[in-house]
């Protein structure tokens, strides 16, 4: 029988008295149905706990008991080309158990216990493991080799290894005793703890671009694997969108996307979709590559603010086996709005728009998660953070942007006037920006090509200039400009028309390698500086937009697939042909 | 045997506290009669010790300390459902008020609901014609859709929300469809509208109504739409209709969640609204959608007003957020007497990509629709320039784009109340348009779609020849 009693209930958060021993961050099981929550508040004899479901049908009296642990979620192969709740419970399960609507007090372990796996033991008696050794493996799906290694605290000689064979997840494969005679068993699975950063040999500098396939992001505004970046924007301008994108086509391992507060088609869709689409390299379902959670936002706000931890420890569990871990995390808006629900129910003080003042802490805590790092075991791994962000009112000013951008170093800020005007993605290039572009110069220098580099640096001077011009033309209108600035105009329309807008329904456009979008940048800047020698010689531009040669390159992101590179001479040489017969005309 | 408590230990406005209670649950409902036998319903919100404090939905006006006996029930808040809901007139609390006696309930069910597993949605594809050009051409609804209207006090939207529910169809008529009408904080007359023009559509008999008017306690305001949701999935996911649910007006809702929430001495977040506006509104909006495996649907219209026009204003920021889209409409359209006064190009639906197209509408569906919403945010800029440098002194594509929409707000836009257009006449009527616009002006399709449809010229059997104005019919 246990001594902790509910005293009373608020919407998540309970009150407890019983006992003095219930410590700060334990996991506890609450009332008869033994609903999860974790503790919050400790002060005299009664402990406050925000629980993770819906508290309808607590009464005082009810039974309180204690895991003696902080909120844990158990990692282990199975994880992959699944999709869990903000507490890592495997919704599929639920399902099974509970019909299509979520019920309360289910509580089952995040992986199958069931299932066996071909599991190869690589330890041997008398072997030393410290932490980050390696003891087994197993294929977790068709891409993902799961390498299970020794949780942080346990080193020592192994005193007993089972032979390799089909294992599941609690079955104990290998003890380890360390000097102080204790014993550790080690199984397929481990208890992970979610608010606390898994251990890291040493980070390392970031110098690998996290490549995308999105023209604007790869080419103007790159994140770097194990950066990170967040992407706000008003609603409707296309975070979800961009995200998804992202999670399709990045080239990472490891994709966990996070649904945190939003929709639950979003997540029907990213479920259905990512099980159809192939990965471009691989050629098998994107899947089985990725993690979904899902707490969406009629789902407790409680278990909510957990989400973004649930999903974050389990990123960092496959960087640690050498994996590129790519987190979406959308939106970290209703994550601080969790935050700011449960701080209100806790009665603390307010601060800035009533979010806590812990919120920018809460932050940098996440967002410095992410990173580049050496491994305990020597390997290097990376965890890219990308979060989207939902302003009120799309209002940029707001607490939760504004300290996200202190923690970000990609910034891509959507817009929503260029939503309206379907110009997709909506990544305005004059808000946006990206401090990774110098780390990641010489990767491009050396993987891409040197031409890679300037190409970029000027076609976001044209777009700058453009919107100077911009300014003038709102005014007066563009048929007063001299005729080099009008070129500089239909250039930058050229740019954003043909280069930075992408359509991701269209099976062509929806993934570009970085070749042909160097290749692209390439065939306009041609056009562009042929033209201006032309015009400096008091040539109208009208004369050479007559030829049509300005539509020809906007059309080349659906025209050229991306095996066929070859095409492009072609396309130079329809825009020196164009040239040229502007130029013979004028002789 | 029935336990009650005589007496209270405290009120203050919709809440009454009682001392001294036993074995009471977070949100029990409990009856409460007074002195001269009338009952009055109540929500426990906060239990502590042997403290409870409750919410009454009817007011506490006329209870007093001593004059009331409370009676726990030791169970949530539930209404009776029953197929013979349809048809049926209901108070905000979900009592019958149209006289024809109480419901025999085939099930009682709890009224918050539970979340739908994302695991068992079936992804929404289908769609729903309303014969509305604005809305099937640039912004569809999909079944299963939660799409809300935004409007200002004083526009057509419950005109709008009338003529969705008069016209809309589904494609493959596969089960029937059942309207599930929640008025929250309503006028009178507005509640008057919509019963008559149900009325007038046949459709009473398909109808579910429950009334809160702009006079009726605020406390059952916050019940209102979480009735009509229940008995919208039940009708839905039970008995396989097709729910369609108009929610009017979410504005007023929103404000008796302040309301009350002020009155419990919560902290308040943004223009007094409390922390958790976002998720109450969540666990209203999500309750749309399809179950693999269950035939039915919810979808979802709710209508609200926006304080003084206001898209950032919290309580559309906050719905834009949960729902799938929006419509907007505009005060400037609604002054030149165009109705529809949809906007465009803030208006949005997040489901139309997957349902229209090849398969689902017309394979150049999505092409014309991308263009129209291209091309017309052009014709703001060519009006912002017209409006500094004068119309005489615009470049020639730019006069085009004056045309263009001219007659898009004349003829596309603007409709008749009772004109119901199919999908073909919609984009039929898109390519006539664009055609105003030279061909190289149209750079969101392929070359191979524009070969296909585009007609030089085809705009001239539309346009009238003496105003290019038009009257909102199709010549």
Excluded at chain 1, 409 to 427: M, Q, V
Excluded at chain 2, 143 to 163: V, Y
């Amino acid at each position: 029988m246990s001594q902790y009693v509910i005293k009373g209930v608020n919407g998540p958060v309970v009150t407890v008295v019983g006992g003095q021993g219930l410590a700060m961050m334990d996991m506890v099981h609450v009332g008869n149905e033994g609903l999860i929550g974790e503790v919050v508040g400790v002060s005299g004899g009664v402990t406050t706990v925000q629980v993770y479901e819906d508290t309808a049908g607590l009464a005082p009296g009810q039974p309180v008991t204690t895991t003696g642990a902080p909120m844990s979620v158990k990692l282990g192969p199975g994880l992959l080309s699944n999709i869990f709740d903000g507490i890592a419970r495997p919704l599929n399960v639920i399902q099974e158990k509970a019909g299509p609507f979520i019920t309360r007090g289910i509580n089952i372990s995040a992986l199958d216990e069931e299932k066996l796996w071909d599991a190869t033991v690589t330890v041997k008696v008398g072997d030393t493991i410290r932490p980050g050794t390696q003891y087994a493996y197993c294929q977790e799906t068709s891409l993902i080799q799961h390498r299970c290694l020794a949780p942080a605290g346990v080193e020592g000689k192994v005193t007993r290894a089972l032979p390799s064979g089909s294992y599941n997840v609690n079955q104990v494969l290998v003890e380890v005793t360390d000097l102080y005679g204790k014993v550790h068993k080690l199984c397929l699975s481990q208890d992970c703890r979610i608010r606390t950063p898994r251990p890291m040999a040493e980070r390392l500098p970031i110098s690998r671009p996290l490549i995308t396939g999105q023209r604007i992001i790869d080419t103007l505004f790159p994140i770097g694997k194990g950066g990170a970046a967040a992407i706000p924007g008003p609603f409707g301008a296309g975070k979800t969108m961009t995200q998804h994108q992202l999670a399709k086509w990045s080239d990472a391992d490891i994709i966990v996307y996070l649904g945190c507060g939003e929709r639950g088609n979003e997540m029907t869709q990213a479920l259905e979709e990512f099980s159809e689409l192939l990965d471009p390299k691989s050629h098998q379902p994107l899947m089985n590559r990725t993690i979904l959670i899902a707490n969406t936002s009629n789902m407790p706000v409680a278990a909510r603010e957990a989400s973004v931890y649930t999903g974050m420890t389990i990123a960092e569990y496959y960087r640690d086996m050498g994996y590129h871990v790519a987190l979406m995390a959308d939106s970290t808006s209703r994550w601080a709005e969790a935050l700011r629900e449960i701080s209100g129910r806790l009665e603390e003080m307010p601060a800035e728009e009533g979010f806590p003042a812990y919120l920018a802490s809460r932050l940098a805590e996440f967002y410095e998660r992410a990173g580049y790092v050496k491994t305990l075991e020597g390997k290097e791994g990376s965890v890219t953070v990308i979060g989207a962000v939902s302003p009120q009112g799309g209002d940029f000013s707001e607490p939760v942007t504004q300290n996200t951008k202190r923690y970000v170093r990609t910034f891509w800020g959507l817009d929503r006037a260029l939503a309206y005007a379907r110009h997709f993605p909506s990544i305005n290039w004059l808000t946006s920006y990206s401090e990774y572009t110098t780390d990641l110069k010489p990767w491009y220098d050396a993987n891409v090509g040197t031409d890679f580099v300037p190409c970029r640096n000027k076609i976001a001077n044209l777009l700058q200039e453009e919107a100077s011009l911009m300014e003038i033309v709102k005014l007066i209108g563009a048929d007063v400009l001299p005729e080099d600035q009008k070129l500089v105009i239909e250039t930058a329309k050229l740019i954003r028309v043909g280069f930075l807008q992408q359509n991701s329904y269209n099976a062509i456009d929806t993934y570009v390698p970085l070749e042909k979008q160097l290749k692209m940048m390439q065939v306009i800047l041609r056009l562009y500086n042929g033209a201006k020698t032309l015009i400096a010689r008091s040539i109208p531009l009208s004369q050479l937009k007559a030829t049509g040669i300005f539509e020809t390159l906007a059309k080349i992101k659906y025209e050229v697939t991306n095996d066929q590179m070859e095409k492009f001479a072609d396309y130079e040489k329809q825009v020196d042909e164009a040239l040229d017969k502007v130029d013979k005309a004028n002789r | 045997m029935r336990m009650e408590y005589i007496g209270l230990s405290e009120l203050s406005g919709s809440l009454i506290a009682l001392q001294g209670v036993e074995d009471v649950a977070y949100d029990e409902m409990a009856e409460i009669t007074l002195e001269n036998g009338e009952r009055r319903y109540g929500r426990v919100i906060t239990v502590d010790g042997d403290k409870a404090i409750l919410q009454v939905f009817e007011g506490t006006k006329g209870i007093s300390l001593e004059n009331a006996r409370t009676h726990f029930t030791g169970k949530p808040m539930d209404i009776a459902l029953s197929h013979e809901m349809l048809g049926r007139i209901f108070d905000g609390a979900g009592r019958p008020i149209d006289g024809l006696g109480e419901l025999y309930p085939e099930q009682r069910r709890n009224i918050n609901g539970s979340a739908i597993n994302p695991v068992s949605r079936q992804y929404p594809r289908s769609c729903i014609y309303t014969g509305i050009s604005a809305i099937d051409g640039c912004s569809t609804l999909i079944r299963g859709q939660k799409l809300p209207i935004f409007s200002g006090a004083g526009m057509k939207h419950n005109e709008l929300a009338a003529q969705i529910v008069r016209q809309a169809r589904v494609a493959d008529q596969d089960g029937e469809f059942a309207i599930v009408f929640a008025a929250m904080g309503v006028k009178n007359d507005t509640a008057e509208f919509f019963r008559r023009n149900f009325e007038e559509a046949g459709a009473l008999q398909r109808v579910v109504m429950f009334m809160n008017l702009a006079s009726d306690p605020i406390i059952e305001r916050i019940l209102t739409p979480r009735c009509a949701l229940t008995a919208a999935e039940y009708l839905a996911f039970d008995l396989g209709y097709h729910v369609l649910v108009i929610m009017t007006d979410m504005t007023s809702y929103c404000e008796a969640v302040r309301e009350f929430s002020s009155s419990k001495g919560e902290i308040p977040s943004r223009k007094g609204f409390p922390s958790y506006l976002y998720s109450d509104l969540a666990s209203l909006y999500e309750r749309a959608g399809m179950i693999k495996g269950r035939p039915g649907s919810v979808t979802q219209v709710p209508v609200l007003t926006m304080p003084n026009d206001d898209i950032t204003h919290p309580i559309p920021d906050l719905t834009g957020y949960i729902t799938e889209g929006q419509i907007v409409l505009d005060r400037d359209m609604d002054q030149k007497g165009i109705y529809p006064p949809i906007s465009i190009l803030p208006s949005l639906s997040r489901l139309m990509k997957d349902g229209i197209g090849k398969g689902f509408t017309r394979d150049d569906h999505p092409d014309v629709s991308n263009q129209l919403f291209a091309s017309y945010s052009k014709v703001q800029d060519a009006r912002s320039l017209a409006s500094v440098i004068g119309e005489d002194e615009l470049s020639d594509i730019d006069k085009k784009y004056l045309e263009f929409g001219k007659a898009f707000e004349a003829l596309f836009i603007n409709q008749d109340m009772g004109d119901n257009r199919t999908i073909d006449q919609t984009l039929d009527l898109g390519w006539k348009l664009l055609s105003i616009l030279p061909k190289s002006e149209l750079d969101r399709m392929s070359s191979a779609t524009i070969e296909a449809h585009y007609v030089e010229g085809a705009y001239k059997t539309i346009l009238n020849p003496e105003s290019a104005g038009g009257d909102g019919k199709l010549n």
